[in-house]
């Protein structure tokens, strides 16, 4: 791959910590506690603690990071 060439990965560049920030800056703690169903957006939320479950637990990271992607597919709409 050339190095000038675009990435076509929708998360190059994004840290986990802007991912989460960004959502629950949009959605809320309640509202993503409502979309994702997950205990670190219920029981005591906050960057760090979310931060740390999704560095943990592939899955949880997966559905974030799908969230995450539809949400600036809609930001650039």
Request: hydrophobic share 30%; net charge positive.
């Amino acid at each position: 791959m050339n190095n000038n060439e675009p990435t076509k990965n929708p998360l190059h560049g994004v840290t986990l910590e802007k991912l989460v920030t960004e959502l629950q800056a949009h959605y809320g703690w309640e509202k993503l506690d409502e979309m994702m169903r997950m205990n670190c957006f219920h029981v005591n939320p906050s960057i760090n603690s979310c931060l740390k479950f999704f560095r943990k637990t592939p899955w949880a990271r997966e559905k974030i990071e799908k969230l995450y992607i539809h949400f600036r597919n809609n930001q650039t709409k």
